[in-house]
Structures are given as structure tokens and as C-alpha cells.
């Protein structure tokens, strides 16, 4: 277990977390184009949370929260408060969290300034900083309003402006009080890969995938999703055409994992983008046997398909499940 989560008092909530959610950056915005979300991939991903969270499963009239006009826009907000007062609840299970990366938002600033290596001293790291700051608080903005639209008590929170710290690019320092009081709430925490103060280096960027580790080891939810642009890990990268998805594999009690299925002779084939200053697939894989090792199942599947709805339920038994699967083999 991390310092930061040795660190915390008896963080229990009261009801159990179902699922927590990664929105891949590499899902929900276009990676190749500077600060550009993938627009469907993003409302795709809100309307299935939404059914997974919704107690009917029911197709249901949504009412949004997003009551702010966009810049640039002259109409008024729609706000049907008459129909939210008669309302006697929002009929959804809103045990969840959700965590997003950066993709096309932060990756470059962070890797054009170098923020991930550290020295807060180099001007240049400094404004980068920033510059990486305003760029995934912005993109968590997004996300909130998008989760808004589909009448899910989403709030933004920030893991810098919490006052989450590293030593050595570790959580040190990752208090979940708030998360944990706004889940009681009633509200879906909604945090994001940031950039952050590290006790040795200065700064770094901490991942969302090393933010869901720390939530697992915090909140042990139910199962937790990773949703990304690919099907799941792959023993090569998914651009080979003989690239073949694995589908299940068991993590052991001191952190090595196995594939199980399909048997292969071969290990697994990882490549990064030069742009990605937070290791890519393989930091996902590293994060996701952790969780496993609590015992907490990992689902990583594709946005916006039938499959990452199954996963989003926790219900991935169906034969046809395209998806990895990462469980403790225990
Ligand atoms: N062996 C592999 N199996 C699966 N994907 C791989 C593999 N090797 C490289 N990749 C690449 O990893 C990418 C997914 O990892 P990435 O970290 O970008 O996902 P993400 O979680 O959606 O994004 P972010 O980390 O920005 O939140 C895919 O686009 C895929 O091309």
C-alpha cells in the first residue's frame, strides 16, 4: 500500500463504492490534435454511465445540470426547475468516481516544458506548470458538464488544488476526506490526472491510473473500468495486425501477473507516444495488477461500445465480452 494510503485515518465511506471509472485520454479526445475532444466518444461514455448508475435501467426523460451559458453563446441555459422539485430523488445509484486522463489536454505542455522530470527552478518547468494546469482543469470541466447533460451530480475536483503530493513521482500526501464527504452527498467525485508538487523533484505529473490505484486502495469498490480507444491489452501493440487481445489475467500475492487467456508462449509488446509523459498502456497494467491484488476485478475495454456498457454493470460474463480482464488469482 502507498504512504499517502497508510497514511489515512480509517477513510471508510459508509455505503461500499460500486465502480470507479478511468475515461481514458486516448477515449474521450482526439490524441493527435492539440485540445480537442472526442465529442462522441465523451457523450457516449456520460449516457452509459448514466445506465449503469440508473436504478429502473428504464429509459428515462434526463434532466441536465449543466445551467451555465458557454462563452460565445447568446442563449439562456434550459432549467426545468419545476420538474427537478416534483422529482422525489434522481433514481441513481450515484456510488461512483470518476477519473480521467489527459490525452490531446496537458501531454503536450507537460512534455514541451518537461514538468513530469521536475526542477520548478527552470522557468520554463514553471510556466509548463501552468500551462498544464489550465489545460486539464480545463478538460475536467468538460467532463463535469458533459456528466451535468446527463443528470449526474457530477463535481470537478482537482488532485494539485486538494493537495496531493509525491516524493519521487509516489503519492506521499492524497487526503480522500473531500472525495469520500462528497460521495456521502450524494455527488460523483470527478478527478483528473494533474500536475502536482513532488517532495524530491519539485513537481511531476501524477497519472489517473496511479489516482485509481489509490481510490482502489482507499474506497475497495466493487470493480473498477478502465475505458480507452482499443479493446484492451494486447500482446503487442494493437497496430500489428497479428496483435491478439488478451482476455483474462491473474495477478499473484506478490504483484507478477500471468495470461490466461488465450495461452501464449510470448510476453506482452507495450509502446509509448512520445508525447505521453505518463507511460502509457504499460502504467495501466502496472495499476491495474495493484487493484487486482486488493482483490478488486479490472475491466479495460472500448469507449463507447456494448461491451464497455457490460462493463460499466460490472456484468462482463457474457461470452461475446471483448475486454481484458485483470482479477487476483485467489
Ligand atoms: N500491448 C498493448 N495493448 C494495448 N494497447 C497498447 C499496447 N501497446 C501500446 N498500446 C497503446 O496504448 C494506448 C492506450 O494507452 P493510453 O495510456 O494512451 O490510454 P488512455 O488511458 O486512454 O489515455 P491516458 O493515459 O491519456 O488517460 C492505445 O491507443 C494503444 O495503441
Redesign the pocket.
Known amino acids: 500500500m502507498s504512504e499517502a494510503a497508510q497514511k489515512q485515518m480509517n477513510p471508510t465511506a459508509s455505503r461500499p463504492v460500486r465502480c470507479i471509472v478511468?475515461l481514458?485520454?486516448?477515449?474521450i479526445t482526439n490524441?493527435g490534435e492539440l485540445e480537442s475532444i472526442d465529442e462522441e466518444s465523451l457523450r457516449s461514455s456520460c449516457a452509459q454511465l448514466r445506465q449503469a448508475m440508473s436504478h429502473s435501467g428504464a429509459a428515462e426523460k434526463v434532466l441536465g445540470m449543466d445551467w451555465s451559458r458557454r462563452i460565445g453563446d447568446p442563449a439562456e441555459p434550459v432549467v426545468d426547475a419545476e420538474s427537478f422539485s416534483e422529482m422525489g430523488g434522481l433514481g441513481l445509484d450515484t456510488n461512483f468516481v470518476v477519473v480521467?486522463?489527459?490525452?490531446s489536454f496537458g501531454?503536450f505542455q507537460a512534455s514541451r516544458s518537461g514538468v513530469h522530470k521536475g526542477g520548478l527552478h527552470s522557468t520554463l518547468v514553471k510556466a509548463g506548470f501552468v500551462a498544464t494546469r489550465i489545460s486539464v482543469t480545463s478538460l475536467n470541466q468538460e467532463i463535469v458538464r458533459a456528466l451535468a447533460k446527463e443528470g449526474i451530480p457530477s463535481v470537478g475536483m482537482s488532485p494539485f488544488a486538494c493537495g496531493w503530493s509525491t516524493k519521487q513521482r509516489n503519492l506521499v500526501s492524497a487526503n480522500a476526506s473531500q472525495i469520500i464527504q462528497s460521495l456521502h452527498a450524494g455527488f460523483v467525485p470527478v478527478l483528473h490526472?494533474d500536475a502536482v508538487l513532488d517532495e524530491s523533484l519539485d513537481c511531476t505529473i501524477l497519472?489517473?491510473?496511479v489516482i485509481i490505484r489509490h481510490l482502489a486502495q482507499l474506497l475497495s469498490p466493487k470493480y473498477v473500468v478502465?475505458l480507452?480507444?482499443?479493446h484492451?491489452?494486447?500482446?503487442?501493440?494493437?497496430?500489428d495486425p497479428n496483435?491478439v487481445l488478451l482476455k483474462e489475467i491473474e495477478v499473484d500475492d506478490n504483484g507478477s501477473w500471468s495470461i490466461v487467456k488465450p495461452a501464449l508462449q510470448k510476453g506482452?509488446?507495450?509502446?509509448?507516444?512520445a508525447h505521453?509523459t505518463?507511460g502509457?498502456?504499460e502504467?495501466?497494467i502496472l495499476e491495474a495488477a495493484a487493484i487486482a491484488r486488493l482483490g478488486v476485478d479490472v475491466y479495460i475495454t472500448k469507449v463507447g461500445t456494448e461491451h464497455s456498457l457490460r462493463a460499466l454493470k460490472g456484468d462482463t460474463s457474457w461470452e461475446g465480452w471483448l475486454g481484458t480482464v485483470i482479477r487476483s488469482s485467489k
Open positions: 478511468k481514458g485520454g486516448a477515449a490524441k480521467h486522463g489527459a490525452g501531454h490526472g497519472s489517473g491510473d478502465f480507452t480507444d482499443v484492451g491489452v494486447y500482446d503487442r501493440p494493437p497496430t496483435a506482452v509488446e507495450i509502446s509509448v507516444a505521453d505518463t502509457g498502456m502504467t495501466k
